[in-house]
């Protein structure tokens, strides 16, 4: 088996990000990338996410250039990867991003497993006033995709 | 449902990695980074790997900083993520290199799926003098790891 590879279409590569929930953001800092996975949900040029404080929200902090990436896997070995270069935008919890952050928080809590990676409880709303967590999203400004089929 | 996190010991990472295959390298060019999956074989410190030339390439050579991520899903919804920093080092197809570039192969074409992503027929040898194909290796300089399990 051989596998056929073409870039994708803008519109293919939206709905791979509309029907993906889990992906890889990198950021960087002083040069030195960082890779992690994390549950996201994307929405008009936005991935909105969450996260605990740390390494990975003080970089973005500090250069806000980021990137996202998420993959399909169909039938066979077929694959859809695609690649999203964004900027990252805080929704702090104050009366300028409360819409957003409720936002995000509708969008995110539909996927019953939002709360595996950051550790939370089912009943801990991250969207309170006094939750530690950060809410975020990507703001689209590239993307690309590759896919790949299986060929006899 | 909710989920316990604790960090890995050093152990538990090179475990991780000597059982993937499959990981997430990161890397970024002029404060921009990129992130795309990639197949590697982990030995001794070092994630052996080989891509076709193109962005990833560029940017690591210009930039050797670089981040590779490794997961592993386990019983239940339990999981395992290790996060590499290190250093790229290309092993190009001259004296000096062959003897890591001939590794990397023998490493690599253990795994019947290693072409997928480079579009490689199985009779195409990469490791042969005239093949496009870049081989390289992520030197570790910094492994992390967390993992997560379910608890009542």
């Given at each position: 088996?051989?596998?056929?590879?073409?870039?994708?279409?803008?519109?293919?590569?939206?709905?791979?990000?509309?029907?993906?929930?889990?992906g890889?953001?990198?950021?960087?800092?002083?040069?030195?990338?960082?890779?992690?996975?994390?549950?996201?949900?994307?929405?008009?040029?936005?991935?909105?996410?969450?996260?605990?404080?740390?390494r990975?929200?003080d970089?973005?902090?500090?250069?806000?250039?980021?990137?996202?990436?998420?993959?399909?896997?169909?039938a066979?070995?077929?694959?859809?990867?695609?690649?999203?270069?964004?900027?990252?935008?805080?929704?702090?919890?104050?009366?300028?991003?409360?819409?957003e952050?409720?936002?995000?928080?509708?969008?995110?809590?539909?996927?019953s497993?939002?709360?595996?990676?950051?550790?939370?409880?089912?009943?801990?709303l991250?969207?309170?006033?006094?939750?530690?967590?950060v809410?975020?999203?990507?703001?689209?400004?590239?993307?690309?995709g590759?896919?790949?089929?299986?060929?006899e």
């Open positions: 088996m051989t596998m056929s590879l073409r870039d994708m279409t803008q519109a293919e590569c939206f709905s791979v990000l509309e029907e993906s929930r889990f890889h953001l990198a950021c960087s800092k002083d040069g030195q990338p960082y890779v992690v996975p994390i549950y996201f949900a994307y929405q008009n040029g936005i991935a909105y996410a969450f996260s605990m404080p740390g990975k929200i970089s973005m902090r500090e250069n806000d250039k980021v990137c996202l990436q998420a993959q399909r896997w169909q066979g070995k077929s694959w859809a990867s695609v690649v999203v270069e964004g900027r990252y935008q805080e929704f702090p919890d104050t009366e300028v991003w409360r819409s952050r409720l936002h995000a928080w509708s969008l995110l809590q539909k996927h497993d939002w709360w595996e990676i950051g550790a939370l409880k089912p009943h801990e991250p969207v309170a006033a006094k939750s530690p967590h809410f975020y999203g990507i703001l689209l400004r590239e993307v690309t590759r896919t790949a089929a299986a060929v």
